[in-house]
């Protein structure tokens, strides 16, 4: 059974980065795919982007082209999102899933998710 | 992106009740890759139903999920306590993958 851990909350400035980690325990981990979905209030949810470990090349939603990054750590199973450029409508909660297939089928399971705050 | 729309936006009813809720596509979606997640507050999604119909391992069989190409519903057969919470569809037989807004299951 795959369960994936976040890291904790973050409050961040307009204009800054933030870089959340997600570990994943359980399962194949080279060969997964890991996804990240944010929820920002009033927006629901959405795609940003997702990454095979084995194959290490990420793909990312057109919205967060040059602005997200996402790479995997085979070594301590850990997959990290960043996000630069950071803008007061980035305050959402952001999930790490895994993907049945692929990078953006449907997603089980989600890790607890990571509150972030954008705020001058 | 095919766009998702989700009715009604919130359901008022009494446990026991039976929920239906829908989820209509702005175009076909292919092979009916549609999913339905189930999230409480203060939680993250938790996968219900997938490719339309099938449960997620321990789905109750209380939640049916039907439909195909731009239609879709989840039925809640009898409400119980712990099934008031939001609801929302995702296709992922186009990419990018996208999500319904949501339909709010709250007790009456």
């Known amino acids: 059974q795959v369960q994936l851990v976040q890291s904790g909350a973050e409050v961040k400035k307009p204009g800054s980065s933030v870089n959340i980690s997600c570990k994943a325990s359980g399962g194949t981990f080279s060969t997964s795919a890991f996804s990240w979905v944010r929820q920002a209030p009033g927006q629901g949810l959405e795609w940003m982007g997702g990454i095979v470990p084995f194959f290490g090349t990420p793909i990312y939603a057109q919205k967060f082209q040059g602005r997200v990054t996402i790479i995997a750590d085979e070594s301590t199973t850990t997959t990290y999102m960043e996000l630069t450029n950071l803008k007061s409508d980035d305050t959402a909660v952001y999930y790490c899933v895994r993907p049945n297939s692929g990078y953006d089928g449907w997603f089980d399971p989600w890790g607890q998710g990571t509150q972030v705050t954008v705020s001058s | 992106e095919i766009v998702l729309s989700q009715s009604p936006g919130t359901l008022s009813l009494s446990p026991g009740e039976r929920a239906t809720l829908s989820c209509r596509a702005g175009q076909k979606v292919d092979s009916d890759f549609v999913a339905w997640y189930q999230q409480t507050p203060g939680q993250a999604p938790r996968l219900l139903i997938y490719?339309?119909?099938s449960r997620a391992t321990d789905t109750p069989d209380r939640f049916t999920g039907s439909g195909s190409g731009t239609d879709f519903t989840l039925t809640i057969s009898r409400l119980e306590p712990e099934d008031f919470a939001v609801y929302f569809c995702q296709q992922y037989g186009s990419s990018p993958g996208t999500f319904g807004q949501g339909t709010k299951v709250e007790i009456k």
């Open positions: 490719g339309a119909s």
